[in-house]
């Protein structure tokens, strides 16, 4: 798959199929989308999704990014799906100010010259948010493309979006976030030394310190999955600050069942299946290790069900 910042310019013969928007999560919805253009493939088009490097309204407000997804992890994702080209645009404020019509003829037809577009029945886009599924529509009569304006797909009532999710996230609901996004919500990074205070209580543990950039559930116990290298452990992980040792610095710290192999400098991936309790404050290591004892019992039996 290729990656870009830039709009691409497909070569002579080249054709484009396209979902716009912002992609947040590559939710079950968005999945949907990405369906859509894969099915172009066939007609010999490129799957393109093109999004933007940070949501326009993060833009406007200033406030820091953090998404269900990094834009790494977006792309890897992108590229499982058998997406061809993810483009990541800058969101400058040319773009911003672009008028639709623009953007589209410009960008969609002259650049990439897209066959096939697929999005959702609320996507706008361009100045003002003027452009809309019945602008394009209309633009692909002129320019000789067809648009599919995708049914939003729901759970229940609600319409699955990245705000739906999120807020299931921020309620650290993890059984739901994972049935919203069709994949099991994780965060990487590398095995990290710890003050080494775990094992002195049988409990030794991995630490990692996530991206900035990263959404990550509550602070509190979970029970997980980690992948690390070619092997898959089920463990319990706590995400925050270890008030009974007052850290000064967010991390997302597992205890793995049945692994004995000295792990720093690896690469982890940490799945949430399950909030367990929040984080909180013991009196020692050794009150601290009592509950452990039970988060662990706890976490076989949610396996040993889940594995069924
Ligand atoms: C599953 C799990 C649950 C934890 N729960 C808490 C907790 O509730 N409160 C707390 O202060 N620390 C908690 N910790 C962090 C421990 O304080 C930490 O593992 C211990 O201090 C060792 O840290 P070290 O790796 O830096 O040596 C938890 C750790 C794990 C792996
Ligand atoms: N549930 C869904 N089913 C089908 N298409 C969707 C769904 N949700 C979003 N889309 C479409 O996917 C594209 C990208 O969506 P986008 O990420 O911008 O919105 P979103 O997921 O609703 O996020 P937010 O909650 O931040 O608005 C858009 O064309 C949008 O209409």
Excluded at 178 to 189: A, C, I, K, S
Excluded at 256 to 277: I, K, P, S, T
Aim: aromatic share 10%; with cysteine.
């Amino acid at each position: 798959m290729i990656y870009t910042t830039d709009v691409p310019r497909l070569g002579g013969g080249e054709t484009s199929a396209v979902t716009l928007g912002k992609f947040d999560g590559l939710h079950r919805g968005h999945q949907k989308l990405m369906n859509c253009i894969r099915e172009k493939k066939e007609d010999n088009c490129k799957a393109v999704i093109f999004t933007f490097d940070v949501s326009p309204v993060v833009r406007l407000l200033h406030t820091p990014a953090k998404g269900l997804l990094t834009n790494e992890e977006r792309e890897e994702l992108a590229c499982e799906r058998g997406m061809d080209i993810l483009v990541e645009c800058p969101f400058t404020d040319e773009l911003m100010h672009m008028e639709a019509e623009v953007f589209v003829k410009e960008f969609l037809v002259n650049r990439m010259h897209v066959k096939y577009l697929a999005v959702g029945p609320d996507f706008r886009f361009g100045h003002d948010r003027a452009g809309s599924p019945a602008l394009l529509d209309d633009m692909g009569k002129t320019y000789g493309f067809t648009v599919d304006v995708v049914e939003k797909l729901k759970d229940g009532n609600r319409e699955i979006s990245s705000t739906y999710v999120r807020e299931e996230l921020e309620k650290g609901n993890m059984e739901k976030v994972n049935e919203l996004l069709g994949y099991v919500y994780f965060t990487r990074g590398e095995i990290v030394h710890g003050r080494q205070l775990g094992r002195t209580i049988g409990v030794p543990t991995a630490n990692l310190i996530p991206p900035v950039c990263k959404k990550l559930p509550p602070n509190g116990v979970y029970i997980t999955r980690s992948r690390i290298g070619d092997k898959i452990y089920q463990g319990i992980t706590n995400v925050g600050y270890k008030p009974t040792v007052a850290e000064h610095f967010l991390g997302v710290e597992t205890y793995l069942f049945d692994c004995d192999e000295d792990l720093y400098g690896q690469d982890a991936e940490v799945r949430f299946y399950r909030y367990l309790r929040p984080e909180r404050k013991f009196a020692s290591l050794q009150e601290l290790k009592g509950q452990l004892d039970v988060d662990v019992q706890k976490g076989r039996e949610f396996f040993k069900a889940f594995d069924k």
